[in-house]
């Protein structure tokens, strides 16, 4: 049986002011204007009249205040944008405000407000007015609009980057890099240099996204020394990759600070050093070494790759041996660290959610708008970042292996003697 629809209401154009000639060649969207307009006029000289507690004309013991004209304003709603006669009051005390009218320029605004939010979901300007134009018309959404409503992005951003870090004390800290095309007018990408940290009581921090024509060591010393400069504490742990620019401004801004190199990265190095046909069998064979059960067992791991591999692929047993003492760093640490601290992940995550956002822009017109826009994306997912679970037992465990590797020299220097018995 056909679904029966409830009888609607007939209504006579006239009963809105409107007439046949005056809309019979108008698209019927028009039409809706029309009588949107009507009927907003209509409900807001009922507001008035109750505002008042007066009719126009009436004459009442009751009523606060009389008419005063009216004025010229623009609404944007579901129809478009309309503009009313929007009426004035005097002698009532206080101003009249049209709570219709008001709740509909709330909904515009909240739509508004979204745009940051939006834009750092990938959403260009394009995407913006092509999406969400319908909903202003005439008024549509410029590309001033959305400049303007992510101005609120590069205002928070200034503010963010400005902020102490005295009260951060920072155990663990990762330091990364990520190539965007921030300029218009060239090819060349330029690094995007990110610190975030891990706080005594397990919290993980943004703290600072910076701009470096590359990852040289001048740019990563700046990063530390704004860093510094702001009241981060000397950390016990850097966590990064191979960059030398990187671990030479580590080095020479915070000498004796132990490094835990990203092993991720180091087994990409090897490997990159092996036909493909036998990368399979070797990335197994690395991590015997990278995800030992112990440190004893990754050092005999890494006698065995050297002993069966130096006269075959030397390129990539020299690679393995170079700064193999920072790659292993993490075993000296309590074992329910070493997942979170022996890559750098995190930041790599976080970056393909950034390249996910960005792709879309293409190249950023100015140095601001990537960086805001960037520090906005980062932001946003470190929300889901995990914490570390640390209590004050596991802090002082920490504390204690960090100590011990400033005392062993071999913990520290290398294990070339390792890789050559």
């Not at 997942?339 to 976080?350: C, F």
């Not at 959610?353 to 826009?373: D, K, N, Y």
Request: proline residues 5%; positive net charge; contains cysteine.
């Amino acid at each position: 049986m056909p679904k029966r629809y409830p009888k609607q209401p007939s209504v006579a154009i006239e009963d809105f002011g409107l007439s046949l000639d005056m809309v019979w060649d108008d698209p019927l969207e028009d039409l809706a204007r029309y009588g949107a307009r009507v009927v907003l006029m209509s409900m807001l000289e009922a507001e008035v009249t109750d505002f008042l507690g007066a009719s126009p004309y009436e004459r009442s013991l009751e009523r606060s205040g009389s008419r005063n004209g009216r004025r010229p304003r623009k609404v944007s709603c579901g129809v478009g944008a309309l503009e009313l006669d929007y009426p004035k009051v005097r002698g009532a005390g206080q101003p009249f405000r049209s709570r219709i009218i008001d709740a509909w320029q709330r909904k515009s605004q909240t739509l508004l407000s979204t745009l940051p939010s939006l834009y750092t979901e990938g959403l260009s300007t394009r995407d913006f007015d092509r999406a969400l134009s319908p909903l202003w018309k005439e008024t549509s959404l410029s590309r001033s609009t959305v400049s303007r409503a992510n101005s609120e992005i590069r205002e928070a951003f200034q503010k963010w980057r400005k902020q102490s870090l005295a009260d951060e004390d920072i155990i663990f800290l990762f330091l990364d890099g990520h190539y965007e095309g921030v300029r218009f007018g060239t090819k060349e990408k330029e690094a995007i240099l990110v610190a975030h940290g891990v706080t005594r009581k397990g919290q993980r921090k943004l703290l600072g996204v910076y701009l470096g024509s590359r990852e040289s060591t001048e740019s990563w010393k700046m990063v530390i020394h704004d860093l510094n400069d702001r009241g981060l504490h000397r950390p016990l742990l850097v966590i990064s990759d191979g960059n030398p620019g990187l671990i030479r401004a580590v080095k020479e801004v915070w000498p004796g600070v132990p490094r835990q190199r990203c092993v991720v990265h180091r087994i990409r190095n090897i490997l990159g050093r092996i036909p493909k046909k036998e990368q399979s069998r070797i990335r197994r064979e690395l991590n015997l070494i990278f995800y030992a059960p112990s440190l004893e067992d990754a050092q005999k791991a890494a006698r065995q790759f050297s002993a069966k591999w130096q006269n075959i692929y030397p390129n990539a047993v020299e690679t393995l041996g170079r700064d193999l003492a920072d790659c292993l760093t993490f075993f000296r640490l309590p074992q329910r660290y070493w997942k979170r601290i022996r890559t750098s992940n995190s930041l790599e995550r976080t970056f393909r959610e950034v390249r996910r956002r960005t792709r879309v822009i293409g190249r950023f017109p100015t140095e601001m708008s990537a960086l805001s826009l960037i520090w906005a994306v980062m932001e946003q997912n470190s929300r889901q970042w995990r914490g570390f679970v640390i209590n004050d037992g596991h802090l002082s465990m920490i504390e204690t292996a960090i100590e011990s590797l400033a005392e062993d020299p071999i913990a520290i220097q290398g294990f070339e003697e390792i890789l050559a018995a």
